[in-house]
Every structure is written in C-alpha cells, then in structure tokens.
C-alpha cells in the first residue's frame, strides 16, 4: 500500500512515519521535492491515500522556538525574524501562526488528519492505525528520544502534550495564537481553544 505523509516540521510526522514503517513494512511515497513531506499546499502525482499531522498549536509554537529547530526556518521563505510586538523569544509569531494556519486550510481538504495527541501512547497508536491499515494483534512503539531531531524526547513530555496547555507562552502570546487560528480551527479539530485565566 502506497501513501502520502504531511505536515509541518514538529508536528510528528517523524513519529507517524516510524510507527508505520516499523509495524506495517510500508514507507510514505512522497517524492522531493514536489511532494516534501513538510510542503506548504499540496501537489500530489499519484491518487495515494493521504495522512496529514497536526500538532495543537499552542504546543507546537513552543515545540518550534524551544526545542532543535530543525530546518523550519531555513525551509520555508517568511520572515519569521521580522521585529514585531508579539514575539516569542527570537520568533515573530504573528508569521509563526500565520504559516500554520496557512499550511492548515491548504490542507484541511486533504486525506485523514492525525492529532499527534492522538497518537501519544502505545495502545492509541494502535487502535488508530489498525482503523487505516489493519490489526496486527501486536504492536511496536517508538520509545521517546530514539528518533531522529527528537532524541531531547522523555517519557515525561508525553504528559505536557496529553494536557495540551503551554508551559513557556504568554496570556498575550495565547491570546495571539487564538485571534489568528479564529474559533473555528479549534471546533474543525477538537482542540479546546484555551482561556487565557492561569497562564504565564
């Protein structure tokens, strides 16, 4: 079976790819560099059944300016270091959201979407996964910190992406995040739209 992965870099399609692969045998087909797996609009040669990751996007702006950067910066041509009134150490964020929601409504449309939140422990991975690609009766997981640009990774992290609420941003930065995501990304996705009351 031959299959699309996308998503931004933090995501977890690192995650996804891994989980499938080292379960299922099967490898994404996307070719570079038209079909990157990190592309910001789809453009896709074959009819192949398409995954997409998100990860929550309070979570991910802090995956993106705090942990390895990996290529994100590099890769897609935005100013990210404009000098704004919203930043996040280094990072406009006003652009940071911007690409997200961008890449979110380029590919909302597109395939099955996989909350990386979904997909944190051993028996989710394989009640989604057996949904799209068959029960195999047993399972091989990742461990945290064995994978490539994530091995800062540790067992405790998966309660802080479980919970789904940021440890490092602002009431404002929060507050920014919501205003350009607007209510109806959280209601298409399930992500609870957080309250600024008890933040940093």
Same mark, same amino acid.
């Not at 499938?20 to 560099?33: C, F, Q």
């Not at 929550?56 to 290529?71: C, F, K, L």
């Not at 652009?95 to 395939?111: A, C, F």
């Not at 099955?112 to 997909?119: G, M, N, Q, R, W």
């Given at each position: 079976?031959?299959?699309?992965?996308?998503?931004? /870099?933090?995501?977890?399609?690192?995650?996804? /790819?891994?989980?499938?692969?080292?379960?299922?045998?099967?490898?994404?087909?996307?070719?570079?560099?038209?079909?990157?797996?990190?592309?910001?609009?789809?453009?896709?040669?074959? &009819?192949?059944?398409?995954?997409?990751?998100?990860?929550?996007?309070?979570?991910?702006?802090?995956?993106?300016?705090?942990?390895?950067?990996?290529?994100?910066?590099?890769?897609? &041509?935005?100013?990210?270091? /404009?000098?704004?009134?919203?930043?996040?150490?280094?990072?406009?964020?006003?652009?940071?959201?911007?690409?997200?929601?961008?890449?979110? &409504? /380029?590919?909302?449309?597109?395939?099955?979407?996989?909350?990386?939140?979904?997909?944190?422990?051993?028996?989710?991975?394989?009640?989604?996964?057996?949904?799209?690609?068959?029960?195999?009766?047993?399972?091989?997981?990742?461990?945290?910190?064995?994978?490539?640009?994530?091995?800062?990774?540790?067992?405790? &992290?998966?309660?802080?992406?479980?919970?789904?609420?940021?440890?490092?941003?602002?009431?404002?930065?929060?507050?920014?995040?919501?205003?350009?995501?607007?209510?109806?990304?959280?209601?298409?996705?399930?992500?609870?739209?957080?309250?600024?009351?008890?933040?940093?």
């Amino acid at each position: 079976m031959n299959y699309y992965l996308f998503g931004l /870099q933090r995501s977890g399609t690192n995650l996804v /790819q891994n989980l499938i692969e080292d379960n299922y045998g099967l490898k994404p087909a996307n070719a570079a560099p038209e079909e990157w797996k990190h592309s910001m609009k789809p453009n896709l040669k074959n &009819d192949y059944p398409v995954f997409k990751v998100i990860k929550n996007p309070y979570t991910w702006v802090e995956s993106i300016v705090y942990r390895e950067r990996a290529d994100f910066f590099q890769k897609h &041509d935005f100013d990210f270091f /404009q000098t704004g009134p919203f930043m996040v150490e280094d990072v406009n964020l006003n652009m940071l959201m911007y690409v997200y929601k961008t890449w979110y &409504d /380029q590919w909302k449309d597109k395939g099955t979407l996989i909350k990386y939140e979904d997909i944190l422990y051993p028996e989710q991975q394989r009640e989604y996964f057996a949904k799209h690609f068959g029960d195999l009766g047993s399972w091989k997981t990742v461990a945290p910190g064995s994978m490539f640009m994530c091995e800062e990774f540790k067992y405790k &992290d998966l309660e802080y992406y479980e919970k789904q609420k940021p440890t490092k941003l602002t009431g404002m930065q929060v507050k920014i995040i919501n205003k350009v995501m607007t209510k109806y990304f959280f209601i298409e996705t399930g992500f609870k739209m957080l309250r600024v009351k008890g933040l940093i």
